[in-house]
């Protein structure tokens, strides 16, 4: 098997692996050295045909393989490339893939609204995690952001195409595990967006996972909409004996009340098992379910604040973007505020 170093850590993977995922498995080895995992938005490694879409996973690769050690010539997305033996690889040590990080990460804001206020996906969106990391507090775009109507695409599901950055995700989901796709990218360039051509057509058991696998606000819970901030509810693991799906989902409480049902999403916010609409939307009184416990919540998270301590185990849930202390070692980004 092949062996490839990132960030000066060395990691033996099958044939075949691309650089994401072996980051990813140094990640799974050791919690401490979870940095070494590039941020990604439109990978999802469940979903078949998933990345190459953001370009936020971009790295370095120093050394190609023990039989041609010369560099690639620019960053390469690493959700794409698959490792070679003695390939050697910088991530957070490498100040080029910081400064190309946030070139992206700027991109992605363009036409991104400054909504997080009211956006149901704060505190838990990938995208603010990236702009925290690799953002700056000021844009350059002097033009204006493209504006969509908010529009609804099923009976639960609330489309807010302004906050898109088209990654793809949901498209991928509406292939893959439901009955049939009836939504996806219409028109193209700076026009491009996903859409149905019949407003309220998205309607099978499978369609509320479209709004777990979105990085930001674009797909959001109409069942859940301006209920509560996320940082004031506390997830639990719960599980039910249902017929569609495995059952097993996060409850996201406020005192006794169920204000939203979600898949389990591992330490990379990927969904471990998707879940039907029946569990999601129909199934929202605690006395329908059998809680296990609270979820373990990585420590940076503002949903642990105020009521969660760190466990000891090293499995860490519902993360998003984990912090980088190696940054430390890099010029800081300038911050939003």
Same mark, same amino acid.
């Given at each position: ?12 993977? $099958? ?7 072996? @980051?990813?498995?140094?990640g ?27 370009? *936020?996973?971009?790295?370095?690769? *120093? ?5 041609? $050690?010369?560099?690639?010539? =620019?960053?390469? &997305?690493?959700?794409?490339? @698959? ?9 957070? #040590? ?15 804001? %363009?036409?991104? /609204?400054?909504?997080c /206020? ?12 990236l ?42 989901? &509406? ?15 700076? &026009? ?18 479209? %709004? ?6 674009? #797909?959001?819970?109409? *069942?859940?909409r ?7 509810? =506390? ?18 409480? =406020? ?9 389990? =999403? ?44 760190? &466990? ?8 998003? *973007? ?5 940054l430390?070692?890099?010029? $800081?980004?300038?911050k939003?505020?």
């Amino acid at each position: 098997m092949p062996k490839v170093t990132i960030d000066n850590i060395e990691i033996e993977v $099958p044939e075949g692996t691309t650089i994401l995922e072996a @980051a990813r498995r140094i990640g799974e080895r050791n919690s401490a050295e979870r940095y070494v995992a590039p941020p990604t938005m439109c990978y999802y490694s469940s979903l078949k045909g998933s990345g190459g879409y953001c370009r *936020t996973c971009l790295v370095k690769v *120093t050394k190609g393989s023990e039989r041609d $050690p010369r560099p690639m010539p =620019k960053p390469v &997305a690493s959700c794409r490339t @698959a490792v070679m033996d003695g390939m050697v690889v910088e991530n957070t #040590l490498s100040q080029e893939v910081m400064d190309v990080r946030g070139a992206v990460t700027e991109f992605l804001l %363009i036409n991104h /609204p400054m909504d997080c /206020p009211i956006c149901d996906q704060a505190g838990e969106c990938h995208l603010q995690d990236l702009s925290y990391e690799h953002g700056v507090s000021t844009s350059r775009y002097q033009f204006e952001k493209r504006t969509f109507d908010p529009i609804d695409i099923g009976e639960q599901i609330k489309m807010h195409m302004t906050r898109c950055i088209m990654c793809y995700r949901c498209v991928k989901v &509406a292939e893959q595990i439901t009955d049939g796709r009836v939504h996806g990218v219409i028109n193209r360039g700076d &026009a491009a967006e996903i859409s149905t051509y019949i407003q309220q057509a998205i309607d099978n058991d499978f369609s509320g996972n479209i %709004i777990d696998v979105c990085p930001v606000g674009a #797909l959001t819970d109409r *069942t859940y909409r301006f209920s509560s901030r996320v940082w004031f509810t =506390k997830p639990m693991d719960a599980h039910r004996d249902c017929k569609q799906c495995s059952g097993k989902v996060a409850l996201w409480l =406020k005192g006794q009340e169920v204000l939203r049902v979600t898949g389990r =999403k591992d330490q990379w916010g990927e969904v471990e098992e998707f879940i039907c609409n029946e569990c999601r939307f129909d199934k929202k009184q605690l006395a329908d379910w059998v809680v296990e416990g609270p979820r373990n919540i990585d420590r940076h998270s503002v949903i642990s604040q105020g009521h969660y301590v760190h &466990a000891p185990q090293q499995k860490v849930l519902d993360s998003g *973007t984990p912090n980088v202390p190696e940054l430390a070692r890099l010029k $800081p980004a300038k911050k939003n505020r």
